[in-house]
């Protein structure tokens, strides 16, 4: 077989990825299948981009991919309650923007979409053109209305007053959107004729992340049909600050583009604007097929079709063995890589750094155990305590990266040595490293909870690594008082996270080279912030974080962040994940990558040989 990986080297492979560098030799593994026991290495700089792959034209056939557990749920992927890989990894396909992230976090330019212009710096002027070949794949032009859109669902002070300008943090969102950067970034929202295919955004200041702030948007168009307007007339309603107008939207966009499994409407509600488009009657069961999108005026996509396939972590090696599945991208845990390991030439396996990392966080939430309103600090504190992470990291992670060590920072990874230990050394003084069951019972007895103390963990239903991580805390913490229960469950993201139905969170978080996401998790009021949790202090350190480009301020920022979230006990980050793909060896451009994006990243260049 065409083996790849013992992870062996995946620390050294990946030192300084995150800040978009000087990590590996940019070969495109790729073209290295008959190395053996080594790390794929993952492209840097602009050999991290999308390359040419010689693709002229489509060929028939179906390539079907897994991202892992679940079900596509939705057409929007940027709802609180969508905001996921398993909606991401579709969305992805059916879209395009300025710019998307290449194999190493590299922000990478798509020129076939548009261009942008720097005209000032201080405060942040950038002025963007969009193609004139940039069309929905119902023929309508991709414009300003679009990108409207997307600021005034981000809740903007016009719709929201207190909320984007952080006066009112609690003030409810129309708009159920996952971030709120655009509006609190760019307060007047993008600017140019209603319309038009070129648009200017002055920003408030300096904003470290300005390259990545605009994304997939959705089609204004078929927003504004839904409330009885002209394209047009909807976007001059957002120019106007017609809140009233806006409004009515918001039902639509919150909930119309989410199906009952298997049921898609008419196309003309579901348009793209990516090398891809969903395929009329492609939802069947789990699994989700799009077709090429005739109007896309990109690179064609190699493929004609490209099925993507929910399936469970310990069922995808057999599924790829039997050809039920082409390419998969399972949670590495050495059951798994053995088995892929063992199926034989057919399958080429690949391991590789990524820059996700698991964590788990406590709920905040009035009415839950460890809020401040009832076991507080002392409780939180017990429960660090008694979680074996040394135990989980050296039985979970350490067979796949001999080199896996505890994570002890959120906006920093271990492998950036230098930085890390920096930051790591100001904040944090290493005392939940390892397990103290003495403590933890003492800080139980301190916080008047009565014992047992029932502690749901919740965590997308299908993840082996999970239940594993799971297991291990029960039997740690049962002593210290805490009756641990697997809670499991295949709505975890959109209906448990969302709601607070849970004591803590198992998830992870994936970064691509950010520098100020970590504002929308950890600050009041945030929409990725979902636990409720508050503290003044790291809320004065992310807006002058935000709002600076200099690397200095930056840094000493993220140290008072990591440290006021350590103190008060946010969660508990775990360890960096080690990457895994497995494919079928007679498929072509696989191009594994340590981002959010997942291996499917580049799918539309997927060939069978």
């Keep these: 077989m065409k083996f790849k990986g013992s992870k062996a080297a995946l620390a050294a492979l990946v030192s300084g990825a995150l800040l978009l560098g000087a990590c590996s030799s940019g070969q495109d593994p790729a073209d290295d299948s008959t190395r053996v026991n080594t790390s794929v290495e993952i492209a840097s700089g602009q050999d991290a981009c999308m390359k040419d792959v010689g693709v002229t034209e489509t060929k028939d056939g179906q390539i079907i991919y897994s991202p892992g557990p679940g079900q596509w749920s939705g057409y929007n992927n940027l709802t609180d309650g969508t905001y996921s890989t398993y909606n991401s990894v579709v969305a992805d396909r059916m879209a395009s923007s ?22 000032s710096e201080d405060p942040l002027e950038v002025k963007y053109t969009i193609s004139d070949k940039a069309v929905w794949s119902d023929g309508t032009p991709v414009t300003i209305n679009d990108y409207l859109l997307d600021w005034a669902t981000q809740n903007p002070e016009f719709l929201v007053p207190g909320r ?24 007047e929202g993008p600017q140019g004729e209603v319309g038009s295919k070129t648009f200017t955004l002055k920003f408030k200041g300096a904003y470290p992340d300005w390259k990545i702030l605009l994304g997939n948007v959705m089609p204004a168009h078929v927003v504004a049909k839904q409330i009885g307007l002209e394209p047009d007339a909807f976007a001059q309603a957002i120019v106007d600050r017609d809140a009233d107008t806006v409004k009515k939207a918001a039902e639509f966009w919150n909930k119309g583009w989410i199906f009952k499994p298997g049921e898609l409407p008419d196309a003309s509600l579901i348009p793209s604007m990516g090398p891809y488009q969903i395929k009329q009657g492609g939802w069947k069961g789990t699994t989700l097929t799009l077709e090429p999108n005739p109007m896309y005026w990109g690179p064609k996509p190699a493929t004609k079709n490209l099925v993507f396939s929910y399936v469970d972590d310990a069922q995808m090696a057999q ?68 979680v074996p992470r040394q135990n989980i990291v050296d039985s979970l992670i350490k067979p796949l990266d001999p080199g896996a060590q505890i994570m002890n920072a ?29 403590k933890a019972k003492q800080l139980v007895a301190e916080s008047g909870v009565a014992t047992p103390i029932k502690v749901r963990i919740g965590y997308k239903a299908g993840n082996n690594r999970r239940a594993d991580t799971v297991t291990a805390i029960q039997a740690s913490c049962k002593e210290a008082g805490f009756e641990v229960v697997d809670a499991a469950s295949a709505s975890f993201f959109d209906k448990e996270l969302k709601n607070g139905d849970f004591e803590v969170a198992l998830y992870a978080w994936s970064g691509s080279g950010q520098i100020a996401s970590g504002q929308n998790i950890y600050s009041t009021g945030k929409p990725q912030n979902r636990t409720d949790y508050s503290n003044a202090k790291v809320d004065e350190a992310w807006n002058v974080l935000a709002d600076s480009l200099d690397e200095k301020v930056q840094l000493e920022q993220t140290k ?22 497995a494919y079928s060896s007679n498929i072509e451009n696989i191009r594994p990558t340590t981002t959010q994006g997942k291996t499917v990243w580049n799918g539309p260049q997927w060939q069978l040989k």
Excluded: M
């Excluded at 230990?421 to 939940?432: C, E, K, L, Q, T």
């Excluded at 008072?560 to 793909?581: N, R, V």
């Design 410 to 438: 959120r906006e920093v990874f271990p492998f950036q040595t230098e930085k890390y230990n920096d930051i790591v050394s100001a904040s944090y003084d290493g005392r939940y490293d390892q397990v103290d069951l003495e």
């Design 319 to 386: 599924a790829l063995q039997n050809g039920d599945l082409n390419v998969i991208d399972p949670q590495a845990t050495v059951d798994t890589v053995g088995q892929l390991t063992n199926i034989g030439e057919s399958v080429t396996v690949n391991t590789f750094p990524t820059l996700t990392w698991e964590h788990l966080d406590f709920n905040f939430r009035s009415n839950n155990v460890f809020s401040d309103a009832q076991g507080g600090i002392k409780l939180r504190q017990a429960f660090a305590h008694c």
């Design 560 to 581: 008072i962040i990591e440290k006021e979230l350590w103190d008060t006990l946010f969660g508990i980050p775990l360890y960096a994940h080690p990457g895994l793909t």
């Design 98 to 119: 300025f710019v998307y992230f290449g194999t190493d976090g590299t922000i990478c330019e798509d020129k076939d979409f548009g261009t942008f212009e720097v005209l």
């Design 164 to 187: 984007a300008s952080g006066d009112n943090p609690d003030a409810e969102a129309v708009f159920e959107h996952v971030s709120s950067s655009f509006a609190q970034e760019v307060p």
